[in-house]
């Protein structure tokens, strides 16, 4: 595992409510996790830094995102279509067709759906995968959202998809956010709720617990309380999915290897596959879905925010 690089100051605060009030949440091989006891944001400690989070994303980059077909192994393209169908009726609650901003965009599908919808989209990513979409002549650009060069209040909605949770100066992410969106634009953010119902069962062996890649994992009352504290106000708070295939790793040994990781990438498409073009079985997991939003206990949580104007 990569790491090098890491700091060896430990956290004596709470990066996102400056709570010192601190305990340990999981210990790792590869590293621990802390929480807030204010806020609930549990935390990598110590953090990385900038050469680290860079080497990764170059790492993934090569492995996973630049390349599409890796993609679809993990995520049917009938299953991407419902999701960004999903996403884009939420980002339509502010403005049926404007400019959209996609961070962490990877191979840039999201802002590929966005523009054939009337969005004047465009997408960012710290990695080399951004070649993808620049060749279909997306607007694309690598680097970090504190580097790009657009105006103040540009942006209708940006959007962040299983990126908040890479994310070390949160501070720094959520500055530059609204900086970027106009007053009364749209922010959605979706990421892995470390109260779901299988992070509850599997606790340290569930697959978001990972310490080399997720420094930042959020409950919805912390996720909350990140948007609220930078000026945006909820408008929609959702944890929705279940991961069955994780579950029965609560019946066997773990899997932590990169190529077990594969294997089980290719087994959770094909049971992807299975629900999403199968009317019943599909109708079961909506139904699933409803429930779990209820109870905040989904796999993923979604909160949609509007910039606040002061």
Not at 53 to 67: L, Q, V
Not at 101 to 119: E, K, P, T
Request: net charge positive; aromatic share 10%.
């Amino acid at each position: 595992m990569l790491m090098a690089n890491i700091s060896s100051i430990n956290n004596s605060r709470c990066r996102l409510c400056g709570n010192l009030s601190l305990k340990l949440f999981y210990r790792l091989e590869t590293g621990k996790y802390i929480k807030c006891n204010k806020c609930g944001l549990v935390s990598v400690d110590p953090l990385p830094d900038a050469n680290y989070i860079f080497n990764r994303a170059t790492m993934w980059a090569k492995e996973f995102h630049a390349k599409p077909e890796k993609v679809n192994q993990v995520y049917s393209r009938h299953f991407q279509e419902i999701a960004y169908n999903e996403y884009l009726q939420m980002a339509g609650q502010f403005r049926s067709n404007g400019r959209l901003l996609d961070v962490g965009c990877g191979i840039g599908g999201f802002i590929d759906a966005a523009s054939h919808c009337g969005w004047d989209s465009y997408g960012i990513d710290i990695s080399n995968s951004v070649r993808i979409p620049q060749s279909k002549g997306l607007k694309a650009f690598q680097g970090y959202i504190e580097e790009m060069n657009f105006m103040d209040n540009y942006f209708d909605v940006i959007t962040m998809f299983d990126v908040i949770e890479h994310i070390v100066d949160l501070n720094s992410l959520m500055s530059s956010v609204r900086r970027l969106l106009r007053p009364n634009g749209g922010l959605i953010i979706v990421t892995p709720n470390i109260k779901s119902l299988t992070s509850r069962l599997l606790r340290s062996k569930w697959q978001a617990v990972e310490p080399e890649d997720h420094y930042s994992l959020f409950s919805s009352s912390a996720l909350e309380f990140l948007v609220n504290k930078y000026g945006f106000v909820t408008k929609k708070l959702l944890a929705y999915d279940i991961n069955i295939y994780d579950i029965k790793y609560i019946f066997m040994p773990y899997l932590r290897s990169i190529e077990e990781r594969k294997q089980r990438q290719k087994e959770r498409r094909i049971l992807i596959e299975r629900v999403v073009n199968n009317p019943s079985l599909l109708y079961i997991r909506n139904n699933i879905n409803r429930l779990l939003s209820l109870l905040m206990m989904g796999e993923r949580l979604i909160i949609v925010a509007k910039k606040n104007v002061q």
